[in-house]
């Protein structure tokens, strides 16, 4: 169910603002002004150059980083280390656990019993594509199949709102496509939020039921982009073109 | 099959060494390499009041045993929670790097008269037991325990300050308590540092001991038995202890490698 009532937001940021210091003294402004509203079983994905501010956005989403300015409201049972889960792109694996033991994690620290964990995870794993992976450590797995388990890991606490930090911006063209497209699909299956981190426009607008376009120095939402393109998405429609055409524009609006 | 390439050099050495000891003859001073041998193929055999080559072995071994598993409980404990938690490491710090370069023998004195020679028994009401627990003085076991404590706790200290700031996110999303953070983050996570502290701890537990049971007020142990065989002029049993304390340490820190090798095997390949 995707319902987009009043109440039903995730997450609303008002006037979010993050100024980072150096060590050198030097200030950045990371994040200005920021408004935005998430609702329940919305995809957004948040695009933007590197350095924009869209990881400072999503810490601060998750709680681990407090704005300076501004505030934030969560919705209902939507909290840090109970129901937002978080994919980060690298070091996303207890490298001294296995497959299988990096997915119970959050089910283990919850107290659930072995049995119910391990078949719990099991099945995740076969859900992401990793049966047979189980008792692989991180570092004998592929780039691709470290994130599908990093995935199944964060699926396994039944996360109310996924936040995902460029998660496919280190695997090859190929396997990032099928990523994506196993991401929309357990996606669909879940009443889940997901907040996705990424530069890449392509995979904005193919993943996102919104697509929220960052500007960098000091980093602020330029302009949100409503998605309604019916999926599984096609890159070679118009209104694919044209969408991707006028993101790019916004992208690069301060310059013309 | 043993390596022909090093029994070779050792039978050359052995023969060399008999060789040279049955010219100079004066075996309270090079005793000839067969004199060492007979006395090492006799393990058992009583020397003076100071039993024999194994039963003070094992003494050895089980103060060490001791005062490194007491170093070990409390290393890895300090030295996870200096790591973790920027004040108590800036409060602790200074104490410890003064006391740390300090040579644990240092400690024997001070420790004997604060524990006099009361023994381990003792310490839990029993008078005399009449078992090798009779040789366990808390203060051979107070200085194991500082000669193991220091390597244990730096190693461990530095293991836990170098996790990587990701994967804490990740415990702490995942809903790790503070507590859980301990156990299933930092511990696993500083594993590989932890364990080469408890190697380089145990090594230097072993050197400590055979140095404590060579000073005065000691009664037993192999370094005692090396002590009193040179007091007495027996340079073959000295030979032979000294043998003993060598095939030990690299005993031990063989087994060390290996549980370090089998249990670690993701170091140096985080992705």
């Known amino acids: 169910m995707h319902n987009a009532g009043v109440a039903s937001y995730v997450l609303e940021l008002h006037n979010v603002g993050k100024t980072f ?24 994905t948040l695009l933007g150059a590197t350095g924009c501010g869209k990881t400072t956005l999503l810490n601060i989403a998750a709680g681990i980083t407090e704005p300076d300015e501004g505030y934030l409201c969560r919705g209902e049972n939507v909290k840090l280390g109970e129901s937002i889960a978080y994919v980060f792109q690298h070091y996303t694996l207890f490298p001294w656990r296995t497959t299988l033991s990096n997915v119970t994690f959050g089910l283990q ?55 995902m930090d460029e998660p496919f911006g280190a695997v090859d063209d190929s396997t990032r496509a099928e990523l994506q497209q196993m991401l929309v699909e ?3 299956g879940r009443d889940m939020t997901i907040l996705f981190v990424t530069h890449n426009i392509d995979e904005a607008i193919l993943l996102g039921s919104r697509v929220v376009v960052l500007a960098e120095r000091p980093g602020r939402i330029v302009r949100q982009f409503d998605v309604d393109l019916p999926r599984p998405r096609d890159r070679n429609r118009t209104r694919f073109t044209e969408l991707f055409l006028d993101i790019r524009h916004s992208l690069s609006g301060g310059l013309d | 099959m043993a390596p022909l390439g090093a029994v070779v050099p050792l039978l050359a050495l052995l023969v060399v060494w008999q060789m040279a000891a049955v010219r100079l003859d004066r075996p309270w001073i090079f005793p000839p390499a067969t004199a060492v041998l007979e006395q090492l193929a006799h393990p058992l055999r009583e020397h003076y009041a100071s039993g024999s080559f194994f039963s003070n072995t094992v003494i050895s071994l089980l103060r060490v045993l001791i005062g490194f598993a007491l170093a070990a409980v409390a290393g890895i404990t300090m030295g996870t929670l200096m790591g973790s938690v920027p004040f108590v490491r800036r409060a602790v710090e200074p104490i ?10 240092a400690w024997l004195p001070f420790a004997i ?7 381990l ?14 040789q366990m003085q808390l203060g051979m076991i107070f200085v194991i325990f500082v000669g193991g ?5 730096t190693n461990t200290l530095d293991g836990v300050a170098s996790v990587r700031r990701n ?60 002590m009193y065989a040179s007091d007495n002029s027996a340079m073959d049993l000295v030979i032979a202890a000294m043998f003993i304390i060598g095939a030990i340490g690299a005993l031990l820190n063989f087994l060390m490698r290996g549980i370090m090798q089998r249990s670690v095997s993701w170091k140096g390949k985080e992705v």
Request: proline share 4%; hydrophobic share 50%; aromatic share 10%.
């Open chain 1, 109 to 163: 620290m919850r107290g659930v019993s072995r049995r119910t964990r391990k078949s719990k995870a099991r099945e995740l794993l076969a859900k992401v594509g990793l049966a047979g992976f189980e008792k692989a450590r991180p570092y004998e797995l592929s780039g691709g199949m470290r994130q599908r388990a990093a995935i199944a890991q964060a699926l396994a606490i039944e996360p109310s709102l996924l936040l």
């Open chain 2, 121 to 134: 028994p003792q310490l839990f009401g029993f008078t005399y037991t009449r078992t090798l627990w009779d």
């Open chain 2, 167 to 226: 994967y804490l996110l990740l415990a702490r999303t995942l809903g790790a308590s503070k507590r859980q953070v301990f156990v299933h983050m930092y511990l696993p996570a500083a594993m590989p540092m932890i364990l080469t502290g408890l190697r380089q701890g145990l090594g230097l537990c072993w050197f400590v001991i055979i140095a404590a049971e060579m000073m005065i007020g000691s009664d037993s142990g192999i370094g005692y038995l090396l």
């Open chain 2, 113 to 119: 008269a604060v524990f006099k020679l009361r023994t």
């Open chain 1, 21 to 44: 210091r150096s060590d050198s003294g030097v200030t950045v402004a990371a994040l200005r002004n920021v408004d935005l509203t998430v609702h329940g079983g919305e995809f957004v």
């Open chain 1, 186 to 188: 357990l996606w669909e």
């Open chain 2, 149 to 153: 404590f220091f390597p244990i706790l």
């Open chain 2, 96 to 105: 410890t790097e003064i006391l740390r370069p300090l040579c644990p023998i």
